[in-house]
């Protein structure tokens, strides 16, 4: 009988040991899921930051072409009137 009981000793000793060191191996997952759980917040974050950059580029790159093409609009505009106003004068009487 006794010697079950220091059986049962040593066992419960060395169970002890082995729970005290899964309790740390969880405070360390956890500790893993909580850091992960923070990083994928801030990459959620960024990739809205990225968005609304990306929607500033596109509009910032659309603007010297829009000037552009007003550009044009006029400068046509100028010389059909520039075709019309030397038609006029051509014409007789006119």
């Known amino acids: 009988m006794e010697h079950r009981l220091t059986d049962v000793e040593q066992r419960c000793r060395a ?27 801030r990459q959620s974050s960024m990739g809205e ?23 044009v609009d006029k400068l046509l505009l100028a010389a059909a009137a520039a075709f019309l106003a030397w038609i006029a004068a051509g014409m007789p009487g006119g």
């Not at 005290?20 to 500790?31: C, F, Q, Y």
């Open 15 to 41: 169970d002890s040991h082995r729970i005290t060191e899964l309790s740390g191996r969880i405070d360390a997952v956890n500790r893993l899921a909580t850091a992960v759980e923070v990083m994928a917040q």
């Open 49 to 71: 930051s990225v968005e609304r950059l990306e929607k500033k580029v596109d509009t910032l790159e659309a603007g010297p072409g829009r000037r552009w093409e007003g550009l």
